[in-house]
């Protein structure tokens, strides 16, 4: 449809939605429907007459924290594809969905909804998600755009974040979506990113966005996100959503008559929608259909890749036919989603008493242990839970975050679990040695317990049949695969934005910059819990070999690297190999200790090996350099870091990378002799001025340090810039010096 044709009104009105979840319809065009969510679908049918929302029953799969756990992207396809059928089946046309916002702070209250603190982990996976569910015809929505990093006041506050910051951490992750996959829809989100409202920032939603990203899809404000839709229109914002009974349309109709909203703005904004309800509208299927149980087996597939054995002192697996104790609510009332706009209502659960006792077979004395709505710990429910312990001589503990510590709009105010849950661990711990804990949540938690413990296993939220696959990996049935997409530091105030998060009436400053998760903990060597990337198995693999396709190159090349992983224990097991690459470790520039560029899962036979490559380009070394505006690899020796985790990489290769176009700026009489002598871009123009400039012996006797005066080249290097040279010892004159450097700029072209 050619939008021009319609009235303006027409025009203006499809730029908002026409229900909570509608799209307007035109002559000619009908409305298409919009849904949460991200693991699962939550479709909700507003009764005309009544006005009750009824929602309609769907699957629940482990929610994003859990999702990426699993580091398997073909499963997480499935996923996307699975919700899509859903979708279909209730002629749904987009996914409000995937959320890729950076894990930020330990206590996001959506963090659950989010896939880990790494962009790179996060874009792959959820660049799975949406080509799963593409794949059906069905649009999703990538969210929320960007630098929706907290739910405190969320509506006004202002995230304040370097550009490095972003390039590096908070956008490259959605940009990796929008060039892999290109979601039909991106949501922008409700915050201010330094200054700006995210939907009316032209800079965010075109400049970098469409322009830079290449992005042909529709932009659609988060609900109720727009504060003035000329500004919206205008930036690049297509679709404000939900309805606001005709007062965005109307006014936007005003503002182009009285001249300040361009029409062309609204006319491509309405040509958008047109264009994505048109896509929408020819793939509904009236006759589609999905079947509970078949989706409910794919929820359980993904379920038992995304548990991660934490600890295990050899408790687990659990030998099949013994009496254990199963202590805490959660083992009949699972908790297995977060709270807010992606509930899902499910079409079944599982119940995990149950399942340990179908998949283990042996008598399970069952206690609740905690208050099913009180923290406060209960001293008769631990007594019986300690005496079940006691009498069984093995115990489950589970435990975790209430429903109401997870939630949108709300971020938590603290890392620890319930009083009523630590406490119940500590003193089953105490009188059983033979204690293992199961956590629910969707976000690292404190565990003030965790030396008195024999084994954890963190199920996150692991959606509907969550209770079959921790069954059969407690049982050992299954071999845990999954692994960290978050560090679990040990305590709150280990975090980087510890202090300082959600900052204060009006403003988010991100001032741990670009060490977000482990990129702080490890520059800062600050001791965790459990690293990024870790992940137990009941099989062990030995990283064997590394090989690379060459040792030299420049940035425009791509290498080649080979990995060997051995399964050297006695059962099968699926591991996920890592790759993290890290900068030369002098550099211009602060950059991370290491950072994860690659990952493979991949299943190995007890007893074999596999061989897993990967490619490495220029943005696997490259940072983002503030002042060119731009990617750069300066030249040095890189190095490619293989292993299981990224606190155990046993495997290293070294590549020495050549900056194709070194960055050149014109000779000042502020460029430093460091710049002058080390950078390859210089190519020595100035050299003999700088060897006539070189300190003299008495000027490096007054240095005060005895490693600078070791080392006085160095210092000098640092230092030193060619108008230091018209001072006493040298007293050159001005003018030679600048005749000097207007002599080397020539030579290099400026
Ligand atoms: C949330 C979005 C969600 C939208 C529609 C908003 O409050 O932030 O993630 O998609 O509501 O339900």
Same mark, same amino acid.
């Given at each position: 449809?050619?939008?021009?044709?319609?009235?303006?009104?027409?025009?203006?009105?499809?730029?908002?939605?026409?229900?909570?979840?509608?799209?307007?319809?035109?002559?000619?065009?009908?409305?298409?429907?919009?849904?949460?969510?991200?693991?699962?679908?939550?479709?909700?049918?507003?009764?005309?007459?009544?006005?009750?929302?009824?929602?309609?029953?769907?699957?629940?799969?482990?929610?994003?924290?859990?999702?990426?756990?699993?580091?398997?992207?073909?499963?997480?396809?499935?996923?996307?594809?699975?919700?899509?059928?859903?979708?279909?089946?209730?002629?749904?046309?987009?996914?409000?969905?995937?959320?890729?916002?950076?894990?930020?702070?330990?206590?996001?209250?959506?963090?659950?909804?989010?896939?880990?603190?790494?962009?790179?982990?996060?874009?792959?996976?959820?660049?799975?998600?949406?080509?799963?569910?593409?794949?059906?015809?069905?649009?999703?929505?990538?969210?929320?755009?960007?630098?929706?990093?907290?739910?405190?006041?969320?509506?006004?506050?202002?995230?304040?974040?370097?550009?490095?910051?972003?390039?590096?951490?908070?956008?490259?992750?959605?940009?990796?979506?929008?060039?892999?996959?290109?979601?039909?829809?991106?949501?922008?989100?409700?915050?201010?990113?330094?200054?700006?409202?995210?939907?009316?920032?032209?800079?965010?939603?075109?400049?970098?966005?469409?322009?830079?990203?290449?992005?042909?899809?529709?932009?659609?404000?988060?609900?109720?996100?727009?504060?003035?839709?000329?500004?919206?229109?205008?930036?690049?914002?297509?679709?404000?959503?939900?309805?606001?009974?005709?007062?965005?349309?109307?006014?936007?109709?005003?503002?182009?008559?009285?001249?300040?909203?361009?029409?062309?703005?609204?006319?491509?904004?309405?040509?958008?929608?047109?264009?994505?309800?048109?896509?929408?509208?020819?793939?509904?299927?009236?006759?589609?259909?999905?079947?509970?149980?078949?989706?409910?087996?794919?929820?359980?597939?993904?379920?038992?890749?995304?548990?991660?054995?934490?600890?295990?002192?050899?408790?687990?697996?659990?030998?099949?036919?013994?009496?254990?104790?199963?202590?805490?609510?959660?083992?009949?009332?699972?908790?297995?989603?977060?709270?807010?706009?992606?509930?899902?209502?499910?079409?079944?659960?599982?119940?995990?008493?149950?399942?340990?006792?179908?998949?283990?077979?042996?008598?399970?004395?069952?206690?609740?242990?905690?208050?099913?709505?009180?923290?406060?710990?209960?001293?008769?429910?631990?007594?019986?839970?300690?005496?079940?312990?006691?009498?069984?001589?093995?115990?489950?503990?589970?435990?975790?975050?209430?429903?109401?510590?997870?939630?949108?709009?709300?971020?938590?105010?603290?890392?620890?679990?319930?009083?009523?849950?630590?406490?119940?661990?500590?003193?089953?711990?105490?009188?059983?040695?033979?204690?293992?804990?199961?956590?629910?949540?969707?976000?690292?938690?404190?565990?003030?317990?965790?030396?008195?413990?024999?084994?954890?296993?963190?199920?996150?939220?692991?959606?509907?049949?969550?209770?079959?696959?921790?069954?059969?990996?407690?049982?050992?049935?299954?071999?845990?695969?999954?692994?960290?997409?978050?560090?679990?530091?040990?305590?709150?105030?280990?975090?980087?934005?510890?202090?300082?998060?959600?900052?204060?009436?009006?403003?988010?400053?991100?001032?741990?910059?670009?060490?977000?998760?482990?990129?702080?903990?490890?520059?800062?060597?600050?001791?965790?819990?459990?690293?990024?990337?870790?992940?137990?198995?009941?099989?062990?693999?030995?990283?064997?070999?590394?090989?690379?396709?060459? =040792?030299?190159? $420049?940035?425009?090349?791509? /290498? %080649?690297?080979?990995?060997?992983?051995?399964? &050297?224990? +006695?059962?099968?097991? !699926?591991?996920?190999?890592?790759?993290?690459?890290?900068?030369?470790?002098?550099?211009?520039?602060?950059?991370?200790?290491?950072?994860?560029?690659?990952?493979?899962?991949?299943?190995?036979?007890?007893?074999?090996?596999?061989?897993?490559?990967?490619?490495?380009?220029?943005?696997?070394?490259?940072?983002?350099?503030?002042?060119?505006?731009?990617?750069?690899?300066?030249?040095?020796?890189?190095?490619?870091?293989?292993?299981?985790?990224?606190?155990?990489?046993?495997?290293?290769?070294?590549?020495?990378?050549?900056?194709?176009?070194?960055?050149?700026?014109?000779? =000042?009489?502020? $460029?430093?002799?460091?710049? /002058? %002598?080390?950078?390859?871009?210089?190519?020595? &123009?100035? +050299?003999?001025?700088? !060897?006539?400039?070189?300190?003299?012996?008495?000027?490096?006797?007054?240095?005060?340090?005895?490693?600078?005066?070791?080392?006085?080249?160095?210092?000098?290097?640092?230092?030193?810039?060619?108008?230091?040279?018209?001072?006493?010892?040298?007293?050159?004159?001005?003018?030679?010096?600048?005749?000097?450097?207007?002599?080397?700029?020539?030579?290099?072209?400026?």
């Amino acid at each position: 449809m050619d939008v021009k044709k319609l009235s303006l009104e027409d025009r203006a009105s499809l730029c908002n939605g026409a229900t909570t979840r509608l799209t307007h319809k035109v002559e000619g065009l009908d409305s298409i429907h919009m849904s949460d969510g991200p693991h699962g679908l939550r479709k909700v049918i507003y009764d005309g007459v009544s006005g009750n929302p009824r929602k309609v029953k769907t699957t629940c799969f482990p929610t994003s924290a859990g999702l990426a756990c699993s580091w398997n992207e073909e499963l997480i396809g499935e996923v996307g594809k699975t919700i899509a059928k859903e979708a279909k089946s209730q002629q749904v046309s987009v996914i409000l969905g995937p959320a890729v916002n950076m894990k930020r702070s330990p206590l996001c209250g959506r963090n659950f909804e989010y896939f880990s603190e790494d962009p790179y982990l996060a874009g792959k996976l959820a660049t799975a998600y949406v080509n799963g569910v593409q794949g059906e015809g069905i649009g999703t929505s990538l969210k929320h755009f960007a630098v929706n990093s907290q739910e405190t006041r969320r509506f006004t506050i202002n995230e304040v974040v370097s550009e490095r910051a972003l390039r590096e951490i908070y956008l490259s992750v959605f940009e990796m979506v929008v060039k892999e996959s290109q979601p039909k829809t991106i949501m922008a989100s409700y915050n201010m990113l330094n200054g700006e409202h995210t939907c009316e920032s032209k800079w965010l939603l075109t400049d970098v966005l469409r322009d830079e990203w290449g992005y042909k899809g529709l932009v659609v404000s988060d609900w109720k996100a727009v504060t003035n839709i000329g500004k919206a229109i205008t930036a690049g914002c297509d679709l404000a959503m939900p309805s606001t009974n005709g007062e965005w349309p109307k006014k936007a109709v005003a503002m182009v008559k009285e001249g300040t909203l361009d029409e062309k703005y609204l006319n491509r904004a309405a040509q958008r929608v047109a264009d994505l309800a048109e896509w929408g509208l020819s793939n509904i299927d009236n006759d589609a259909t999905f079947d509970v149980d078949e989706d409910h087996g794919v929820a359980a597939d993904i379920a038992r890749e995304c548990m991660v054995l934490l600890k295990n002192d050899g408790m687990l697996p659990l030998k099949k036919g013994e009496k254990i104790a199963i202590i805490g609510g959660f083992a009949r009332t699972p908790r297995f989603q977060g709270g807010g706009s992606s509930h899902v209502v499910t079409t079944k659960v599982d119940d995990i008493f149950e399942n340990l006792e179908q998949i283990g077979g042996g008598e399970l004395v069952y206690a609740q242990g905690y208050p099913e709505e009180s923290d406060i710990a209960d001293d008769a429910l631990i007594a019986e839970a300690v005496a079940a312990a006691k009498k069984c001589g093995k115990a489950i503990v589970f435990a975790g975050l209430p429903d109401s510590y997870e939630t949108e709009s709300l971020d938590r105010k603290h890392m620890r679990m319930p009083e009523a849950h630590c406490k119940l661990i500590e003193e089953v711990a105490k009188a059983c040695p033979d204690t293992t804990v199961v956590l629910s949540a969707g976000s690292p938690v404190e565990m003030p317990w965790i030396g008195s413990v024999n084994a954890i296993l963190h199920a996150y939220l692991g959606g509907q049949a969550l209770g079959k696959a921790i069954a059969e990996i407690l049982y050992g049935d299954t071999n845990p695969s999954g692994k960290l997409s978050e560090t679990h530091p040990i305590r709150l105030e280990d975090n980087p934005t510890y202090g300082f998060y959600p900052g204060d009436t009006k403003k988010s400053i991100h001032a741990e910059d670009i060490y977000i998760g482990y990129r702080w903990y490890e520059k800062k060597k600050i001791p965790v819990n459990f690293p990024f990337g870790f992940g137990l198995s009941y099989t062990k693999y030995e990283y064997e070999s590394i090989s690379v396709d060459k =040792t030299e190159m $420049t940035d425009e090349d791509t /290498l %080649t690297v080979t990995v060997k992983v051995k399964n &050297v224990g +006695e059962r099968d097991g !699926k591991e996920v190999v890592e790759l993290y690459t890290a900068a030369p470790e002098k550099t211009a520039e602060l950059r991370p200790v290491k950072e994860l560029k690659g990952f493979k899962k991949v299943f190995i036979k007890a007893g074999e090996s596999a061989e897993v490559t990967f490619e490495l380009s220029k943005r696997a070394f490259a940072y983002w350099d503030e002042e060119e505006n731009n990617w750069r690899v300066p030249t040095g020796k890189y190095k490619v870091l293989v292993g299981t985790s990224s606190a155990e990489t046993p495997l290293c290769a070294e590549i020495y990378i050549t900056e194709k176009t070194p960055v050149c700026h014109p000779i =000042t009489l502020e $460029t430093t002799y460091g710049d /002058l %002598t080390t950078s390859r871009a210089y190519d020595g &123009v100035m +050299e003999d001025f700088v !060897k006539a400039t070189i300190l003299p012996e008495e000027m490096v006797a007054q240095l005060h340090s005895d490693e600078a005066k070791k080392d006085a080249t160095a210092y000098y290097c640092q230092n030193y810039t060619p108008r230091m040279s018209v001072y006493a010892h040298w007293n050159i004159p001005l003018a030679d010096v600048e005749k000097a450097i207007d002599e080397a700029n020539k030579k290099l072209g400026y």
